[in-house]
């Protein structure tokens, strides 16, 4: 599509559940990042793939997260156990990979842990 | 390593007058590249303007310029002719090869543009 598409737009779970989020990047672009925002402030980078394959995974906490982008699905970022300070909006965002193209973002998901 | 930094927590600005938001960058790439985008209230993240850090040219894109100074290592944003529909966070970003391409924000500045 002509448009990064997250889903779902808020997601809602208790402390210790697992969250599930999801993202469809831009037809034809073959790198994908995860962003965090939380409280509308600084973004935190998380992870960054290139198609299939993981790019940059510096920004993950390792022990509960967990991402893919798997060939004709939309790419996922799985969050295990989650936690109070979980709470943020995700980012999800691609670009060609040229570096002056910009990244174009989706809408985010809004994920409240209760 | 690389940092924005963003000096300028929130501004008022009268409608139509011209605004300019701060960004200065640090980098040892001598290959980069200098983004703002803007985020409403809504939330979304729209994509300004693009600098280059070989763009001999300022960049240009509507009521947006940005005022690149690579020597003074800044790249600030200028707004024309403000409308009440520019209030919104402006975030500052860097991409280059030393972060692997993620984007270094900076903190952002809110903007409010008043009647």
């Known amino acids: 599509g002509e448009e990064v598409a997250q889903t779902p737009k808020h997601l809602v779970r208790g402390e210790g559940q697992k969250a599930k989020l999801y993202c469809a990047p831009i037809k034809g672009h073959s790198y994908v990042f995860w962003y965090q925002q939380v409280l509308k402030n600084e973004f935190k980078f998380l992870i960054s793939?290139?198609?299939?394959?993981?790019?940059?995974e510096t920004g993950m906490p390792k022990e509960r997260f967990s991402a893919k982008c798997l060939p004709n699905s939309p790419c996922s970022l799985e969050i295990q156990a989650t936690k109070l300070e979980d709470s943020a909006v995700y980012f999800c965002?691609?670009?060609?990979?040229?570096?002056?193209?910009?990244?174009?973002f989706g809408d985010g998901t809004r994920l409240s842990i209760l | 390593a690389q940092k924005i930094t963003q000096t300028q927590p929130g501004m008022f600005v009268q409608e139509k007058e011209a605004v300019t938001l701060d960004c200065t960058y640090d980098?040892?790439?001598?290959?980069?590249?200098l983004f703002w985008y803007k985020q409403p209230s809504s939330g979304e993240m729209i994509f300004l303007i693009y600098q280059g850090s070989y763009d001999e040219q300022n960049a240009t894109e509507g009521r947006y310029s940005l005022n690149f100074q690579k020597a003074r290592k800044s790249a600030n944003l200028v707004i024309s002719a403000s409308q009440l529909g520019d209030s919104a966070m402006y975030f500052c970003?860097?991409?280059?090869?030393?972060?692997?391409?993620?984007?270094?924000w900076g903190a952002g500045t809110k903007l409010i543009i008043k009647p």
């Open positions: 970003a860097m991409r280059g090869t030393d972060s692997n391409y993620q984007l270094i």
């Open positions: 965002a691609s670009t060609k990979g040229d570096s002056n193209q910009p990244q174009h």
């Open positions: 793939f290139q198609n299939e394959n993981v790019f940059d």
């Open positions: 980098t040892s790439d001598q290959s980069y590249g």
